[in-house]
């Protein structure tokens, strides 16, 4: 399914934010791991404040958005099936970390570009700047508990 207005951009954005939210907040009580506790503890901590600009950006833009037609993006590109996280290790809950992240970078750089309303976009770009570093705190702690 495309997302092709204004509205349905940021109706995904947000259900984006929200499966992190969730996911993060799982995955604490799940881990073994108190450094990986720790980070994903302060990922989901960051999540609640992302939901929030994404709101108030929706709001802010909300006259501009009639004019919005929104070409190029589709659920599926960004969708993460999480699955039963009862099921996976601290390995594998921070691969999942790393494809919710990765998804969500790539769904805002992507929407910067097609959105059509330059403040929108430096929004996005700002919240995939975000989606990218989240990464790479992941990224450096899965190598640090690879290597115990």
Known sequence: MELRTYGAVF??????????SKFYEEAVGIL????????ITLLGTGIKTRKKKVEKTRQEFIRESILVHV??????????KLGLLQDLGDQQ????????E?????FY????????LPDVGRAFKRLAKENFD??????????TITLI
């Open 134 to 143: 989240r990464q790479l705190q992941i990224k450096t702690l899965h190598k």
């Open 102 to 106: 990765e998804n969500s970078y790539q």
């Open 71 to 80: 070409t190029g993006l589709k659920r599926s590109d960004y969708e993460v």
């Open 93 to 100: 809950l921070l691969e999942k970390a790393l494809e919710l």
């Open 11 to 20: 109706t995904f954005a947000i259900q984006l934010e929200k499966i992190s």
């Open 109 to 116: 750089r992507d929407a910067s570009m097609q959105i059509g």
């Open 32 to 39: 073994e791991s108190p450094e990986a506790k720790n980070l």
